[in-house]
């Protein structure tokens, strides 16, 4: 089972995240990062740089939030068409006005 990110990542992008993936599975869009399940390999290692536990193993992805699971296959894969772009080094965080006002 894939890692998902999820609802407090909207808008915040702090993107600690993606210096912990060893195989670059992390994609972005304006809004938030996503991972790309067909990529991730499971070893958890992104989930505690999170600031704001973003991030949940597929089964634990709490009940509100299930939809990110489909949305971060959907987003990550849709780097094809330039929707999404992979990132692999941190960034400034967005920090943007809905950032930690869920
Ligand atoms: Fe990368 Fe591991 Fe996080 Fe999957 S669980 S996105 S492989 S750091
Ligand atoms: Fe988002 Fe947390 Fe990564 S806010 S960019 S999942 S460090």
Request: with cysteine.
């Amino acid at each position: 089972m894939p890692f998902v990110v999820t609802e407090p990542c909207f808008d915040c992008k702090y993107t600690d995240c993606v210096s912990a993936c060893p195989v670059e599975a992390f994609y972005q869009d304006e809004h938030m990062l996503y991972i790309h399940p067909d990529m991730c390999i499971d070893c958890g290692c992104c989930v505690p740089e999170c600031p704001v536990e973003a991030i949940f193993d597929e089964p634990l992805v709490p009940a509100p939030w299930r939809h990110y699971v489909q949305l971060n296959a959907d987003r990550a894969r849709a780097c094809v068409s330039g929707v999404t772009e992979n990132i692999t080094r941190p960034q400034e965080p967005k920090l943007g006005p809905r950032c930690g006002k869920k």
